[in-house]
């Protein structure tokens, strides 16, 4: 099985900064697709950004704000996150699938992490 820990959630302005990590079990996982969901209360779980090799795509309300990456060294994914706000405002999970190609449908992922609380202030 694939372990995933999350972590790097905070309370920040709008406008601000942040980081994500997901650290990763397993050697297999960087041939694995990852991906990043968020949840804000009341709400359903919606897609953010996914990664496959040189493959990534991201919802059109992160795109050009967000960046997702990975360092396969450090079996670690991460999401940049930048000029955030109010509405970036959710719990951030991280996901991965042993698929060969991006999903994002959260059905098709098999490990997910604990999530990490992400707060803009307004």
């Known amino acids: 099985q694939v372990q995933l820990v999350e972590s790097g959630g905070g309370l920040v302005q709008v406008g601000g900064s942040l980081t994500l990590s997901c650290a990763a079990s397993?050697?297999?996982?960087?041939?694995?697709?990852a991906a990043w969901f968020r949840q804000a209360p009341g709400k359903e779980r919606e897609f953010v950004a996914a990664?496959?090799?040189?493959?990534?795509i991201y919802a059109d309300s992160v795109k050009g704000r967000f960046t997702i990456s990975r360092d396969n060294a450090k079996n670690t994914v991460y999401l940049h996150m930048n000029s955030l706000k109010p509405e970036d405002t959710a719990v951030y999970y991280c996901?991965?699938?042993?698929?060969?190609?991006?999903?994002?449908?959260?059905?098709?992922?098999?490990?997910w992490g604990q999530g990490t609380q992400v707060t803009v202030s307004s």
């Open positions: 996901a991965t699938t042993p698929l060969r190609s991006i999903r994002t449908n959260p059905n098709e992922y098999n490990y």
């Open positions: 397993g050697r297999t996982f960087r041939s694995y697709v």
């Open positions: 990664i496959y090799w040189s493959d990534s």
